[in-house]
């Protein structure tokens, strides 16, 4: 783990990190924050990558537009 450093958190926002640490099983709150890290990028990228996600259809020859 590099250097590290303090943070300065209230005690609820303690006891909700100590609670994921502890599902999460994770060896410290260090890997507990980075998981919400992890899992919030992911969120960010799926919405703005995965917008469209099941709605859209392969093209077929008739979407070309050509005049045949």
Do not use: N
Not at 14 to 36: F, G, N, T, V
Not at 55 to 61: C, G, L, M
Request: net charge positive.
């Amino acid at each position: 783990m590099g250097s590290a450093t303090t943070v300065k958190v209230s005690r609820t926002t303690l006891a909700e990190l100590e609670k994921l640490r502890d599902k999460l099983r994770s060896r410290s709150l260090d890997y507990a924050i980075k998981a919400l890290i992890k899992k919030h990028r992911q969120e960010v990228l799926r919405d703005a990558f995965g917008a469209d996600h099941g709605k859209i259809k392969p093209f077929t020859e008739r979407d070309r537009g050509e005049d045949h």
